[in-house]
């Protein structure tokens, strides 16, 4: 079936370093969403991308929709302690655009 | 606006009771999910809604029902919880397809 992978699982950055998670589909999707969790908390939306080969930055934030519109990544330049949480990718259901799609999740820990 | 809110924050239950949990927007959404969250497995889709009157199934369903009888709220029940039911419940709504889901705060469910 459809899946939706991150890499990695797991990041530890010390401040000020950067940081990247992949997000690869196993099907070429229409649009591509980015979630940021923080601990305890609940996911909240940060971007989609629609367009292939798509960037679109956000203050540190770099996302970027990969040509083939199977693949997407979210960059952050110089990490902050804030930066620090579950970031999520999720993109439509093949057979169901009503559903999404949904990464495990990449998980950053800053170090101050 | 308050968004997405969810009732309770936080439950204990002793295997085979009953419970729902209560979700509801004031952002005129068509669309609204359960999700559950457990560790290591992301966010799972239970059930979802397109509009009021209509439910669907997610990819977890069993076991819970739901019911979307105004278009600001969305119920999950739960007939007879087993401790495979304790979990975080994310709610979320969203104004149609391929836009972005809002989330409640969640509730964290525990089932002895």
């Known amino acids: 079936g459809q899946q939706v992978m991150q890499i990695p699982q797991y990041q530890h950055v010390q401040e000020g370093e950067d940081f990247t998670t992949y997000c690869n589909s196993s099907t070429t999707l229409s649009n591509i969403q980015w979630y940021k969790q923080r601990p305890g908390g609940h996911p909240v939306f940060l971007i989609q991308l629609v367009k292939s080969g798509e960037v679109k930055k956000q203050k540190r934030l770099t996302f970027q929709f990969g040509e083939a519109k199977k693949n997407s990544s979210l960059h952050i330049t110089a990490t902050q302690t804030t930066d620090v949480g579950t970031y999520f990718c999720?993109?439509?259901?093949?057979?169901?655009?009503?559903?999404?799609?949904w990464g495990l999740g990449t998980s950053l820990a800053v170090n101050p | 606006n308050a968004g997405v809110t969810q009732t309770p924050k936080f439950r204990v239950l002793k295997t085979g009771q009953s419970m729902t949990l209560l979700c509801a927007q004031d952002m005129n959404h068509e669309y609204m999910y359960w999700y559950r969250q457990d560790p290591g497995m992301g966010l799972r889709l239970i059930h979802y809604s397109v509009g009021e009157g209509t439910t669907a199934k997610g990819e977890v369903p069993d076991g819970y029902n739901v019911s979307r009888l105004k278009k600001q709220n969305f119920l999950l029940g739960l007939e007879s919880a087993a401790p495979s039911q304790t979990s975080v419940y994310f709610c979320?709504?969203?104004?149609?397809?391929?836009?972005?889901?809002?989330f409640g705060p969640g509730t964290r469910l525990t089932v002895l």
């Open positions: 999720a993109g439509p259901h093949a057979g169901n655009n009503r559903k999404l799609i």
């Open positions: 979320a709504s969203s104004a149609r397809d391929f836009t972005e889901q809002f």
